[in-house]
């Protein structure tokens, strides 16, 4: 690495630029070809939008890649995972365990069941659920755990899963973050019994607006049909009872049992199906781009890099949101913010990119969104479960000791390096910034 950068003064106080210039081809995402314009050019060509066979073959294909039977595509993340929960028979009174540190799409949906969220903290090394902190907040009325392959880093599948099947518990996986990551050498997604995927256009896996539920259970998988895909009841819905609950008798037709709609866009549908068959070979490149950055960063003090350990079979997949983990104790105290706005003064572009901790929000804490006279998170549960500030030490601690880290979409040593330059410089000059 250039040690003329790292002995130039701090950018913020009036030194060079360890990155000149804005390198928007590394950072730009998603990779759209003039295939992907082509296969949505025929969907809009045809008329064809709101059709579902172009949407099966890509449910077809996104099967086999992920290794799960049936797949259902849908308009968007959220929508998969809250069919996801219905499908597993999440409903009203139930409780839902999963992570303070995601995305609300995770758990917020358990309102629209009638079901009641709980949280767990996270493990401070790999950010997603700690398997030891599930099983004291199982009780009779906990149905399922939710968990979050957060920022692309794989949950640990073998501690959680013994856990729910000891407690005949529903595992949901959140795949939003982590289309591709390998836990232990297969694909995540498959492992629990029912998966929800956000594929909006900043994922790794880019559909413009999108999502996929994924299971390897045939119930499962025809009641989330019946929950939102009232043109695919009357074809896949093959249960007597569910069926009988979804068509009338005569000339009445299918209705969804959750009153909503789910179905993917075709134009999406056709674009998924051509960033799949491209897939494994950019997300390498992610993958090698990333590495890169932290092995120039090994032995920095203030930084290590969030990723399962080399040799474990696990990987980072697309890398969604790159954190790194912050640990001010080795930079005299110095706040992530005025790290953060130091590297961006050196040209770097980084954020603090952490989710919030959910339990601390107002809608878990306080809305009475169905004016039932007190909090909707207690209002389908005769306790009082609200988790007020302190309780989930890990995930409050997150935003201060995480970082994010460029998302580099090609590995270009050489720019790499003055990425890594710019975080390094910071990290030994931080007592002057104190
Ligand atoms: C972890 C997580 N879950 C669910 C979602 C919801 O997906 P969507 O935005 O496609 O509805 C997102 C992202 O948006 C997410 O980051």
Redesign the pocket.
């Known amino acids: 690495m250039a040690t003329s950068v790292s002995s130039s003064s701090l950018a913020i106080n009036g030194g060079s630029k360890a990155v000149a210039g804005q390198d928007d081809q590394l950072f730009r995402w998603p990779i759209v070809t003039a295939e992907d314009e082509q296969a949505v050019l025929d969907v809009l060509r045809a008329g064809n939008m709101s059709g579902i066979d172009i949407t099966q073959k890509f449910e077809a294909e996104w099967g086999q890649y992920l290794g799960t039977k049936y797949n259902l595509g849908h308009c968007?993340?959220?929508?998969?995972?809250l069919a996801a929960m219905f499908a597993v028979g999440l409903g009203r009174g139930d409780e839902m365990i999963l992570p303070s540190i995601?995305?609300w799409?995770?758990g917020l949906q358990t309102y629209s069941l009638g079901a009641t969220p709980v949280f767990a903290d996270i493990d401070p090394v790999t950010l997603t659920i700690d398997p030891k902190d599930i099983e004291h907040r199982i009780t009779p009325k906990t149905k399922a755990i939710c968990v979050?392959h957060?920022c692309g880093h794989p949950c640990d599948m073998d501690a959680i899963m013994p856990i729910a099947r000891k407690h005949k518990l529903k595992v949901i996986e959140?795949v939003?973050?982590a289309q591709g990551t390998l836990y232990k050498g297969k694909r995540v997604g498959a492992f629990g019994d029912a998966a929800?995927i956000?594929?909006?256009a900043?994922?790794s896996f880019p559909t413009g607006?999108?999502?996929m539920f994924c299971t390897n259970d045939e119930m499962i998988y025809q009641r989330a049909v019946a929950f939102a895909h009232y043109e695919r009841i009357g074809s896949d819905v093959t249960d007597p009872k569910l069926r009988n609950q979804c068509i009338g008798q005569g000339r009445i037709g299918a209705l969804p049992l959750g009153g909503v709609k789910g179905r993917m866009n075709q134009t999406a549908s056709a674009m998924g199906r051509v960033q799949l068959k491209h897939y494994e070979k950019r997300i390498k490149e992610i993958q090698d781009a990333i590495n890169r950055f932290w092995d120039l960063l090994e032995g920095v003090p203030g930084l290590r890099p969030h990723r399962p350990a080399k040799g474990s079979g696990s990987t980072m997949g697309g890398w969604?949101n790159p954190l790194g983990h912050y640990l001010p104790e080795e930079l005299g105290g110095l706040s992530v913010d005025k790290f953060v706005e130091a590297v961006n003064a050196e040209g770097g572009r980084v954020g603090r990119n952490i989710n919030f901790p959910l339990h601390l929000s107002p809608v878990f804490l306080q809305a009475d969104i169905y004016r039932d006279g007190k909090p909707t998170r207690n209002a389908f549960t005769d306790r009082d479960v609200r988790q007020q500030a302190g309780s989930l030490p890990h995930s409050e601690a997150a935003g201060e000791r995480c970082v994010g880290v460029p998302y580099f979409k090609h590995d270009q040593p050489e720019i790499i390096t003055r990425y890594a330059e710019a975080y390094k410089k910071v990290a030994l000059r931080a007592e002057e910034l104190l």
């Open positions: 968007n993340g959220t929508m998969a995972l995601t995305y799409a995770s979050v957060y959140d939003s973050h929800g956000s594929m909006m900043g994922k607006e999108g999502g969604y």
